[in-house]
């Protein structure tokens, strides 16, 4: 997946007709083959632009930034991408006519070890949903697209519960409440987030390992049904938090149990707390 | 004052750091999801002494906790009653093992601050009451430059015991303070000590070498390296470049950095209360926040993140060293290493500097 | 006898813990204003007993309760909690039980994935003219609560029980 000359001769073609102030892409990042975010507002960076299976990051992210707000923005997205792009349109976040989206029909991107990522290998929406070109050959018809279980979820789904409780109260130990996961996630936009008070409530940021299970879990509650399995948040984290175990927990009890489709798939679709069937599952209630 | 310089070998050592877990209250590095964290530990099998460093949090946490009681407080009819939190759990006599270089050197920086105008005396009795056990790095990783700043790597009197890997599985533990001589004398059993060198000062002048030469080997595997003095002269110069704003486009203000780094030490005061009894914390904050400077009227003097990125930039490299004398950035990369996309601390203040000379 | 039931006084998550003798269980109970808090207060004028562990907070609707609360009440007083809320159907405001039920069921998953036992956190459909069926829900509720044994997890700091 080398789509580098596209982008760039795209970047270069948008630079000279004047039809974008900023352009999103991803850069080689100077000291390994590894690659970072570039916002280019030079056309004579353009060159600089890349993407391979290195390119990592959700730069949707970036719509929320000073560099892009009221702004024409040049965006390159993949499959996850793309999604919460599509979130984002629907939450009136962004203006879809100051956008001009690359699409990428991904075949998965890997990790720094040059593995493939794990939601890379799970994932279901490879094409991009949304843009105004689209780069590659769309998979969705080759591959049979079906919705995987997460391979974590189900071995720990089997442990017995006290274990399953000593794993997790681990994995709050180890946070250390900096909320790098909140703002590197393009749908955690809030201006003011409601675990950052001003007043003394319950929990206001110090960092122990109940207030982090009160910050997380009402962080994964607000994303469940919107999250796109991006895994920013996991790259973002210092402490290498499994954070995606919380995410397709409550993606795939979604998806089960309401037969929804993965979030921001479908354009105007709010996800899935905002409907309602009559038919949704009733059995856990007396 | 010399201090006494013990030569062990790698099974000794061992013996040597089993023997202090189990007689001292011992914090070490411990892995935890691939990523390596200071806690307390009772086994050598817990934890690594020698971890490599791109994956180790620093040990300012056991200095500067991540979050700290500083008060109670209970609302009555009658008014507030304010008392005292229970007993600072880091104060108690303990060693730290497996501390890297630019930990040590980190303390050394933070003193200066806590004891300025207002002496801290929590941290004061950590301080007194830790030896640090410090390892020297055989190799830099891919995002130190430690060498290159304003410090003698070589020769910090933060850390009581160093510990080098020298030639043929030699390892030299020396003292270096008076309370790491103590400890040594009282801790390290002759047993344990290797070759005909028994320990004594008649060795020491072949240890120092080794250890000069060892110390050689490792400032040539920076791949960074900077010119520390024309930086930090050209940044004081530069404080309205627009070059700030092109090295700071890509951060996405998630503070990691902040939280990581061995020297910031920014903290905000929150309130935690549950009905009418509360606890108040003092937990760290990050100036890359938006809100950090928010004041209360509604007014905020860093609203861009260009702004902000500069403070931190030349609180680290100029603002700290034109008040204390000391560079506040101690060059380990880990916040390099946390970002999520890669910004540099070197990269940023070289880049900067360098578009001083070309205006 | 007795000893068995000392047994069972544990925490289910975290079965080192033992209870102390005396102890009883604190459940939240959110009930909705519409169907389930009148309900209950059919159980009462009705003289039917349930079990006083239960401490009744009034809501609009069901669907006001933010999974947040469960949340909250979970770190602090309570061992358990149940909310209820008007037959599908039956909601005051039309479909607000409807767009509670998916939120519920997440929650309930998700806390339950990360180590609070499933019983800890239950739902039920009264109806205001239902006093008997309350009284019942409020006894299986407690008694499920009693086997679980006191809730360890995540409990706020510093935080005394009163």
Same mark, same amino acid.
């Given at each position: ?7 760039? #001769? ?10 974008? #102030? ?69 939450? *009136? ?117 109940? *207030? ?7 962080? *994964? ?55 309602? *069937? ?9 | ?359 | ?38 309900? @209950?207060?059919?159980?009462?004028? @009705? ?16 669907? &006001? ?18 909310? @209820? ?16 039920? &998916?939120?519920?069921?997440?929650? /309930? ?17 009264? @109806? ?7 009284? /019942? ?18 409990? /706020? ?6």
């Amino acid at each position: 997946m080398n789509y580098t000359k596209q982008i760039q #001769d795209i970047a270069a073609k948008l630079f000279a007709e004047g039809k974008i #102030d900023v352009f999103v892409g991803y850069r080689v990042n100077g000291f390994d083959d590894n690659q970072v975010p570039a916002l280019i507002t030079d056309p004579q960076d353009v060159p600089k632009l890349v993407f391979t299976d290195k390119s990592v990051f959700n730069l949707v992210n970036y719509l929320k930034s000073e560099h892009t707000r009221r702004k024409r923005v040049g965006l390159v997205v993949k499959g996850c991408d793309s999604r919460s792009l599509n979130l984002m349109l629907t939450e *009136s976040q962004v203006k879809r006519e100051n956008l001009y989206v690359i699409g990428i029909c991904c075949e998965g991107v890997v990790d720094e070890t040059g593995q493939k990522m794990q939601n890379c290998v799970e994932c279901a929406v490879p094409d991009a949903v949304v843009s105004d070109e689209l780069l590659g050959t769309p998979m969705s018809g080759s591959l049979t697209l079906t919705y995987r279980v997460n391979a974590d979820i189900a071995k720990l789904s089997e442990m017995p519960l006290t274990e399953r409780a000593a794993y997790f109260e681990e994995v709050f130990e180890n946070c250390i409440r900096c909320n790098a996961c909140r703002h590197s996630c393009p749908l955690c936009y809030c201006a003011k987030c409601c675990i950052d008070q001003e007043t003394a409530t319950l929990y206001n940021g110090a960092n122990t390992t109940s *207030s982090a299970f009160h910050a997380l879990m009402t962080w *994964s509650l607000h994303l469940a049904g919107r999250c796109v399995d991006c895994r920013n948040c996991e790259k973002a984290c210092p402490s290498h938090l499994p954070l995606h175990l919380l995410h397709k927990q409550n993606e795939s009890v979604i998806y089960e149990n309401f037969q929804e489709h993965l979030a921001g798939v479908i354009p105007e679709d709010r996800g899935a707390f905002y409907k309602y *069937s009559l038919k949704d599952p009733d059995d856990f209630i007396m | 004052m010399s201090f006494s310089t013990f030569v062990t070998d790698k099974p000794g050592l061992q013996k040597f750091y089993e023997a202090v877990l189990a007689s001292h209250e011992t914090y070490a590095p411990a892995e935890k999801f691939g990523k390596f964290d200071f806690k307390l530990v009772s086994r050598i099998s817990e934890c690594d002494p020698e971890s490599p460093i791109a994956k180790t949090q620093s040990i300012k946490p056991l200095f500067f906790p991540r979050s700290a009681k500083v008060m109670k407080y209970v609302a009555t009819s009658a008014g507030t009653d304010v008392s005292e939190v229970d007993e600072d759990p880091l104060a108690v006599k303990r060693i730290i093992i497996g501390a890297k270089h630019c930990d040590a050197r980190s303390l050394q920086v933070l003193d200066k601050v806590y004891n300025w105008d207002y002496i801290d005396t929590d941290y004061q009795k950590r301080r007194e009451n830790t030896v640090i056990i410090s390892t020297r790095c055989d190799k830099a990783d891919t995002h130190c430059f430690c060498t290159s700043l304003d410090y003698d790597v070589e020769n910090l009197d933060a850390m009581d015991v160093l510990v080098v890997n020298g030639a043929e599985g030699k390892i030299y533990l020396r003292a270096r303070t008076e309370k790491g001589e103590t400890f040594l004398k009282e801790n390290f059993s002759q047993q344990l000590a290797v070759g005909s060198e028994q320990s004594e000062v008649g060795s020491r002048h072949s240890a120092e070498e080794e250890m000069k030469k060892q110390y050689a080997a490792f400032a040539e595997s920076f791949r960074l390296k900077m010119n520390y003095k024309e930086v930090n002269e050209r940044l004081s110069k530069i404080f309205d470049t627009p070059e700030f704003e092109k090295v700071s486009a890509n951060c996405v203000s998630c503070n990691t950095c902040a939280f990581i780094c061995p020297t910031c030490h920014c903290f905000k005061i929150s309130d935690e209360k549950v009905k009418d009894t509360g606890l108040r914390y003092k937990s760290y904050d990050s100036c890359n926040n938006g809100y950090f400077t928010l004041m209360a009227g509604g007014h905020n003097p860093r609203p861009a993140k260009y702004r902000r990125w500069r403070q931190r930039a030349m609180h680290k490299f100029v603002y700290y060293k034109e008040r204390f004398g000391e560079n506040l950035c101690v060059g380990c990369g880990k916040c390099t290493i946390a970002c999520p996309v890669n910004i540099s601390i070197f990269e940023v203040v070289n880049q900067v500097a360098s578009a001083g000379i070309q205006e | 006898m007795e000893a068995e039931v000392k047994d069972q006084l544990v925490s289910i998550e975290k079965p080192e813990l033992i209870a102390p003798p005396d102890w009883e269980p604190v459940i939240m109970g959110i009930l909705c204003n519409w169907c389930s808090y009148a309900g @209950s207060d059919l159980t009462g004028t @009705s003289r039917i007993q349930y079990p006083p562990n239960i401490r009744i907070i009034r809501v609009p609707c069901s669907s &006001r309760v933010d999974p947040w609360f469960l949340i909250k009440s979970l770190q602090t007083t309570a061992d358990g909690v149940l909310v @209820s809320g008007c037959h599908p159907g039956d909601c005051h405001y039309i479909s607000g039980n409807y767009y509670a039920r &998916r939120r519920f069921l997440v929650t /309930k998953k998700l806390l339950n994935f990360v180590g609070f036992h499933e019983n800890r956190i239950q739902f039920s459909w009264v @109806s205001a003219a239902e006093g008997p069926k309350f009284a /019942k829900v409020v006894i299986k509720v407690t008694d499920d609560i009693k086997k679980l044994g006191p809730l360890h997890l995540y409990k /706020k700091e510093n935080f005394e029980k009163k």
